[in-house]
């Protein structure tokens, strides 16, 4: 079965400072990455996806992702964090040959203090 | 554009009743999922529907019976709620890809279920 998993449970983090998240996953074939988030008191919201071509993939707010097919890996990357990314983030990745269903990681909280 | 909807938002119920939970959404998408979310596992799919009248089984079924005799409805029912289902519900649709880039799901705001 394929899993996701999300290397820290919970970051914390100055302003400004700078992030990554780390993000692997079990599945040695063709995969669909996806980072959502989750603000507080609110829905899971895309971030990013990667199918194929350009590894470096942009998503809304600053964030990026690089996909790394040799380390099985898919790190959600910003270079100044500011207060309002304080949320929680997920990974989550679908092989397009088995079936429909998205694996979700565990999820990484990150708080952003001012 | 409402887009995904789920009610109730929070629902507090006791052992052994049933508990219906809702799910609507306006984009005509083929796919339905129903997930809960609990501390430390992420998000777990329960069920998941391809297209009306058809379901199927995800992670974590027992306990839960879904339905979709419209393509707009997804409702997740339990028949007799146990405190292990206190959780938060969400569900989500997606479109059924037909072009690369159109595999995303789209979340409702979830229903937070406690059961005494």
């Not at chain 1, 983090?13 to 989750?38: D, H, I, M, P, R």
């Not at chain 1, 603000?39 to 707010?61: E, R």
């Not at chain 1, 304080?86 to 989550?92: D, G, K, L, R, V």
């Not at chain 2, 507090?12 to 796919?31: D, F, K, N």
Request: proline share 5%; aromatic share 14%.
């Amino acid at each position: 079965a394929q899993s996701v998993s999300q290397h820290n449970h919970h970051v914390i983090l100055s302003e400004a400072a700078s992030l990554e998240l780390g993000c692997n996953y079990s599945y040695g074939g063709t995969v669909n990455l996806f980072w959502y988030v989750q603000y507080p008191g609110q829905h899971l919201q895309l971030l990013l996806k990667y199918f194929s071509g350009d590894p470096l993939v942009k998503g809304i707010k600053g964030f990026e992702a690089e996909f790394i097919k040799s380390k099985f890996s898919f790190n959600l990357r910003k270079p100044s964090v500011q207060w309002s990314d304080t949320a929680e983030y997920f990974c989550a990745v679908r092989n397009p040959n088995y079936g429909q269903n998205f694996v979700f990681g565990p999820g990484t909280r990150l708080s952003v203090l001012p | 554009d409402a887009g995904i909807t789920q009610s109730p938002r929070y629902k507090i119920t006791e052992t052994g009743r049933q508990v219906t939970l809702m799910c609507h959404q306006t984009w005509s998408h083929s796919y339905m999922f129903w997930y809960r979310q609990d501390l430390g596992h992420g998000l777990r799919l329960i069920y998941y529907s391809a297209a009306a009248d058809i379901t199927d089984k995800g992670e974590v079924p027992d306990g839960y019976v879904v339905s979709r005799s419209k393509t707009e409805n997804f409702p997740l029912t339990l028949e007799s709620a146990t405190r292990s289902q206190t959780s938060v519900y969400f569900c989500a649709s997606r479109e059924w890809p037909r072009t690369e880039g159109t595999d995303t799901q789209y979340f409702g705001p979830g229903t937070r279920l406690t059961v005494l």
